[in-house]
């Protein structure tokens, strides 16, 4: 009896020791949220085109002298690489006026191979998944105002999508609340 309680508490300790295992590998691919910083958003009437940066320089500058206007954080974001993310692209279109965003390269390389858009590179890294607390980040398309919107919000993007023309297009990936 003695060796089969002795066995009990041997399993017990190693199946504990395997959860803390897993739970800490799970832990492990999720970066400090205190790394991560706004996904300042703007957007421009006159040029009907939402604005996604992370750089409040450029943001300032899109409002002081592109006509933008500040309209808060969209999220938050990694400014480099960290474990689990992917790179979000920026595009843009002169001929659109559309800025775009997406986490697939292939999607990139076709806007800017076949539609007009010139790369500029990423924007922030995001998860691919749901993953680390992070929620998604919505996206939606106006054809009649080439327009690219981005939220986290399900009735902002569903609001868009009933009464403004837009059409929904799905998650781009996964960032934290602002």
């Known amino acids: 009896m ?3 309680t002795q066995l009990v508490g041997i399993v017990a300790a190693a199946t504990s020791a395997s959860a803390l295992a897993i739970r800490s590998d799970q ?9 991560a910083v706004p996904l300042l958003r703007g957007y421009s009437p006159s040029a009907v085109d939402h604005f996604y940066t992370t750089s409040g320089h450029e943001m300032e500058n899109a409002v002081a ?14 400014p480099t690489q960290v474990r689990s993310t992917t790179p979000l692209y920026r595009a843009y279109s002169p001929g659109a006026t559309d ?21 500029e590179g990423v924007a922030g890294f995001i998860y691919a998944t749901q993953i680390c607390g ?8 106006s054809p009649s105002g080439t327009d690219h919107f981005y939220t986290m919000s399900v009735d902002e993007k569903n609001y868009a999508v009933a009464h403004l023309g837009f059409v929904d297009e799905g998650i781009t990936g996964y960032i934290f609340p602002a």
């Not at 832990?27 to 790394?35: E, F, I, K, T, V």
């Not at 800025?99 to 790369?119: C, I, M, Q, W």
């Open 27 to 35: 832990d492990s691919s999720c970066a400090s949220r205190n790394r």
């Open 65 to 78: 002298h592109l006509g933008y206007q500040s309209e808060g954080d969209a999220g938050f974001v990694f």
């Open 2 to 4: 003695k060796a089969f």
């Open 99 to 119: 800025h775009f965003y997406t986490a697939s390269r292939e999607e990139k390389n076709n806007a800017v191979t076949h539609l007009g858009y010139v790369d």
């Open 134 to 141: 992070a929620a998604p980040l919505y996206r939606a398309y």
